[in-house]
C-alpha cells in the first residue's frame, strides 16, 4: 500500500510547515490558519471544543464497556473540505445510488423484475436473514423505502470517490454533523465566515427542517389534516440516544419509546397526559426486529404490538420501511452497480470498492490465498466488530480468521486493503496525517430526493489505522462544502 | 405531552428540590456543630441532621458510626444512600436525560454541569473546607438550574410539572424538618428554656434559609412559635407549607386549563390550602404540632399519588 492521497496535500506529503501556497486550493484559506496558528493556540482550540461537547452531553456509549457509559467521542478541529465541483459529482453519485436503492426495495417486494432479468441470483434476496417477507406487495406512502440513507464514501485520489457500504436502515451520525458545525462556528468563526475564491461554505443547519418536511410528505393514505410525527428510540441506554433526541427536540416531535405507543385498532396511539394521541409518521431508530412482537421477536420489550399491521393498513408511515435492510446488506452490495445500472439505465457515478464473495468458491479461494492484505467483513455485521483487517492483524488472529471464513464462507465479503486518504488531524506530536472516510446523508421524500451539503467526516485517530468506527476509537471532524458564497450566505 | 415525560418532569423538579434541601442542611448543621454540646452542637448536631434529613434508618443500617464525616459523606456523596446529594443529581440528570427534549438546552446544561461538579468530589469528603465548597457549588449548579427554568423555559406543561414536583418536594421537606423538631418548637403559653435551644430553632432557620426572613417578617427575637408560624403559615415564605400549597393549587389549575378539566389533585390541592389558610398557630399548637404535621405529610403524599393518577403517569 503506497502513500494515501491527503485531502490537503494531494500527493506532496507532509511539509515541516504548513505552506499556504502548496495546498490544494479549497484548503488555501485553513492552511494560512493552521501556519499562523501555534501548536499551542490549536490545543487551546481542540480542549475548548471539547469543554463544549461535554457540556452539552454529547456522549457515546461504547457496547460491552461499563466504564465508558459516556465516553466523549473525539473531536478533531481541522476541517475536511471538498470543494464545490468535486461535491457535484458526489451529490449526483449519491442521488443515483439512492435511488437505486429504494427502487430495488419496492422490486424485491414488489414485482422483483431485477430477478426474473437474472442480475443477482435468487438465494441471495429470498435466504437473506435481512428479507422481510411481511413487507411482500406492501407499498409504503409516496413509493418511499429509504427516508434517510447514509452513504459511506472513502477516497484514494483526487477525483474518486468510492462507495463503501450503503446504509438503509437506521444511519446514524448526522448529529456529529450538526455539533461539528457548532463548534467550530464557536472556535474559528472567521473560517467559516470567510469568503474566497472558492466560494464560502455551504451550510448544514437546515437539516432538521428538511428531515420534517421529508417525513411531513409521506404522510400515510389514513392520515387526516396535518400529520403527527414522533421519533421512536430504543432510550437511555442506546448509544445514539444523544441523537434521537437532539433530532426529536430540533423537529419539534414527540421523542417516543415503545412502552409510550399502543396500537388500537390499526392506528398507532401514543399515551400522553390527556389521553391517547394519534401518531401518522414515526422515525424509528429501532431495528426492524425490535419494531413488533407480533412479527418479529416475541421477546422483544421494545416493540408495539400490531405496529406493522398499522403500516398495511395505510395508518402509518414507518421511517425507513421496514425490510430495507435487504437493500444495504453487504451481500447484495457487490452487485450495487448491476443494480445501479438495471433501475437507472446509467453506469455507477460513485463506483463500489471491489469486492470479493466469499461464497463463491473462486472468489473465497483467492481471498485465502491473499488473506493478510485484505479487509474481510461479515455481511450482517456492522460497526467495525467482527472484521479483519490484514494488514494489520497477526499471524494468529489472520489464521483464526481464515478459519472461520472456511466454515461459512457465505457470511463474509473481502476488499482489498484501500489507501484510503487521510487529512491533516492534530495530534500530540503536531499535524499529522489520519485516514478518514464521509458519510454524507441523503433525505428523499415524496417530491424528491436532497443531500445535505456536509456529513459526517470520520478520522481514525490512530496513526497508521483505517478503522473508523467510533466504537473502534475513531474521531470525528467537521466536514465543509464549498460553493458559491451567495449560495451559502442566503441560507445561512 | 408525553405521560413518561410528565413523570419525568415532576420528579425532576422533586429530585433538585431534595439535593437543595440538603445542601442548606450541610450548611446549617456545619455551623451548629461548630458550638460546643451544650449548645446542641458537635455530635449531636450531626445526630440531629441525619433525622432532619429522614435518613436514620438508611444511615443506621449501614453500621457506620454516628460521626461528622461519616454522616455527611452519607448524606452528600455516599452512592449506596439513594437520597444523597449525588444521587438525587445523578437521578435529576437521568430524568433530565430522558427528556431532552422537553427542556432547553440551558436548563439541560445546568442540570449536566451540577452532576459533572459533585462527580468531581468522588465518593468521600473527608474535611470540612471541602464539604462546604461541595454544599456552596451544588447550591449554585441548582440556582442556575432554577434561574435557566425560569428565565426560558416555555409556560407549558413542561415547566409546570417540573414546578409542581418542586413543589410537592418542598412541602414535604419542611414539614419532616419541623416534625423532627416539633418538641422543641412551643406554644407561645410555654416558658422558654436556655441558650440551647436558641441555636436549635436558628438551625432550622438556616436550613430552609430563612433566618433573616425571619427577623424582617416578625422584627422579633427568635421565638420557636413565631418559627412555625413562618413555617407552616406565612405565603410570603417560599418554603412554608402555605406557600408551597398556594403553588402546587397555581400549577396544578394551569395543567387543568390546558387539559380543559379539573381533577382529584386539583379539589385534593385546593383543600390542602383551605385548611392551612384556617389555621392559626394557636390553634394548631392546640391540636397538637407532631399530630397536625404527620396529617400533612400523610395528605402531601396522597396528593402526589393523586398527581400521577390524574395526568396518567
Not at chain 1, 429501532?286 to 393498513?313: K, N, Q, T, W, Y
Amino acid at each position: 500500500m503506497g502513500a494515501a492521497f491527503d485531502e490537503m496535500f494531494g500527493h506532496g506529503g507532509y511539509p515541516e510547515r504548513v505552506d499556504p501556497q502548496a495546498v490544494r486550493p479549497a484548503y488555501a484559506q485553513v492552511a494560512a490558519w493552521l501556519a499562523a496558528s501555534s501548536q499551542e493556540l490549536l490545543e487551546t482550540r481542540r480542549r475548548q471544543a471539547e469543554l463544549f461537547f461535554r457540556r452539552i452531553g454529547i456522549t457515546f456509549a461504547v457496547y460491552g464497556d461499563p466504564d465508558a457509559d459516556e465516553r466523549l467521542i473525539p473531536f478533531d478541529i481541522i476541517p475536511r473540505i471538498i470543494s464545490a465541483e468535486e461535491w457535484a459529482v458526489v451529490e449526483e453519485g449519491l442521488k443515483q445510488r439512492v435511488a437505486a436503492l429504494n427502487a430495488f426495495c419496492a422490486d424485491v417486494y414488489g414485482a422483483r423484475e431485477i430477478l426474473r432479468a437474472g442480475v443477482l441470483p435468487e438465494d441471495l434476496v429470498f435466504a437473506n436473514p435481512q428479507f422481510c417477507l411481511h413487507q411482500l406487495g406492501f407499498r409504503p406512502a409516496g413509493g418511499v423505502w429509504v427516508h434517510i440513507a447514509g452513504i459511506d464514501l472513502v477516497r484514494t485520489g483526487p477525483g474518486e470517490f468510492l462507495v463503501l457500504e450503503d446504509n438503509a436502515r437506521t444511519p446514524s451520525g448526522v448529529s456529529y454533523m450538526l455539533e461539528n458545525r457548532e463548534v467550530m462556528l464557536r472556535l474559528v468563526p472567521e473560517l467559516i465566515t470567510g469568503e474566497t475564491d472558492e466560494g464560502g461554505v455551504r451550510p448544514v443547519e437546515t437539516y432538521p427542517e428538511q428531515l420534517y418536511a421529508t417525513l411531513r410528505s409521506v404522510a400515510p393514505p389514513g392520515c387526516r389534516g396535518e400529520p403527527t410525527v414522533a421519533l421512536l428510540t430504543p432510550g437511555l441506554h442506546n448509544s445514539a440516544y444523544y441523537e434521537h433526541s437532539f433530532l426529536a427536540d430540533k423537529m419539534g416531535v414527540e421523542l417516543v419509546e415503545g412502552s409510550d405507543l399502543f396500537v388500537h385498532d390499526d392506528v398507532l396511539y401514543m399515551r400522553t397526559t390527556a389521553g391517547p394521541a394519534r401518531v401518522d409518521v414515526l422515525y424509528r431508530r429501532v431495528d426492524d426486529a425490535f419494531l413488533d412482537p407480533l412479527v418479529f421477536r416475541p421477546d422483544s420489550l421494545l416493540g408495539i404490538p400490531g405496529l406493522v399491521r398499522a403500516c398495511h393498513a395505510g395508518n402509518l408511515t414507518l421511517a425507513n420501511a421496514i425490510g430495507t435492510g435487504i437493500a444495504d446488506d453487504k451481500a447484495i452490495y457487490s452487485y450495487m452497480p448491476e443494480i445501479v445500472r438495471f433501475y437507472t439505465g446509467r453506469d455507477p457515478i460513485l463506483p463500489n470498492v471491489p469486492t470479493w464473495r466469499c461464497r463463491e468458491p473462486e472468489a473465497l479461494a483467492e481471498v485465502l490465498d491473499r488473506l493478510p492484505e485484505l479487509v474481510v467483513k461479515e455481511v450482517d455485521g456492522s460497526g467495525g466488530y467482527g472484521m479483519l483487517v490484514g494488514p494489520h492483524a497477526t499471524a494468529a488472529e489472520v489464521e483464526a480468521f481464515r478459519a472461520k471464513l472456511r466454515a461459512d464462507p457465505a457470511k463474509f465479503i473481502a476488499q482489498p486493503t484501500l489507501a484510503l486518504s487521510t487529512c491533516p488531524t492534530l495530534t500530540d506530536a503536531g499535524i499529522a496525517p489520519r485516514h478518514v472516510d464521509l458519510r454524507p446523508f441523503i433525505l428523499t421524500g415524496a417530491h424528491g430526493v436532497t443531500v445535505i451539503p456536509g456529513g459526517l467526516t470520520r478520522v481514525a485517530m490512530r496513526e497508521g489505522s483505517l478503522v473508523v468506527n467510533s466504537s473502534q476509537g475513531g474521531g470525528t471532524k467537521d466536514t465543509w462544502v464549498l460553493g458559491p458564497g451567495t449560495d451559502a450566505r442566503a441560507s445561512s | 405531552m408525553l405521560s413518561r415525560n410528565a413523570a419525568n418532569l415532576y420528579w425532576l423538579g422533586r429530585y433538585v428540590e431534595r439535593a437543595d434541601y440538603l445542601c442548606r442542611l450541610l450548611d446549617a448543621t456545619i455551623r451548629l456543630a461548630a458550638l460546643p454540646a451544650t449548645h446542641g452542637g458537635a455530635g449531636t448536631a450531626w445526630e440531629a441532621a441525619i433525622l432532619s434529613a429522614s435518613a436514620a434508618e438508611a444511615f443506621a443500617s449501614t453500621g457506620r458510626r454516628m460521626t461528622d464525616t461519616e454522616v455527611s459523606r452519607f448524606l452528600a456523596v455516599d452512592p449506596a444512600n439513594p437520597s444523597s446529594i449525588r444521587c438525587c443529581l445523578e437521578r435529576a440528570r437521568t430524568n433530565a436525560r430522558a427528556l431532552r427534549t422537553a427542556l432547553t438546552a440551558e436548563t439541560w446544561e445546568a442540570i449536566n454541569a451540577a452532576w459533572l461538579e459533585v462527580q468531581r468530589f468522588g465518593t468521600s469528603v473527608g474535611e470540612t473546607l471541602t464539604l462546604m465548597r461541595l454544599v456552596e457549588t451544588v447550591k449554585q449548579s441548582l440556582l442556575a438550574f432554577d434561574g435557566a427554568a425560569h428565565r426560558n423555559q416555555l409556560r407549558e406543561p413542561t415547566y409546570w410539572f417540573m414546578r409542581l414536583g418542586t413543589s410537592i418536594e418542598r412541602a414535604d421537606n419542611t414539614a419532616r424538618l419541623l416534625d423532627q423538631k416539633y418538641h422543641i418548637l412551643l406554644p407561645r403559653t410555654e416558658p422558654v428554656g436556655g441558650s440551647l435551644d436558641y441555636f436549635q430553632w436558628t438551625t432550622i432557620l438556616r436550613t430552609v434559609s430563612a433566618l433573616t426572613a425571619y427577623r424582617w417578617v416578625y422584627r422579633d427575637a427568635v421565638k420557636p412559635w413565631l418559627v412555625a408560624d413562618l413555617l407552616i403559615l406565612r405565603k410570603a415564605m417560599p418554603r412554608s407549607l402555605a406557600a408551597c400549597y398556594e403553588d402546587a393549587v397555581f400549577y396544578l389549575d394551569r395543567l387543568a386549563l390546558d387539559r380543559g378539566r379539573q381533577g382529584p389533585a386539583n379539589r385534593l390541592a385546593v383543600a390542602g390550602l383551605k385548611r392551612l389558610e384556617a389555621e392559626t398557630i394557636d390553634t394548631l399548637f392546640q391540636r397538637g404540632l407532631h399530630e397536625f404535621l404527620l396529617q400533612f405529610i400523610a395528605d402531601n403524599n396522597a396528593l402526589g399519588d393523586a398527581i400521577a393518577e390524574q395526568h396518567l403517569f
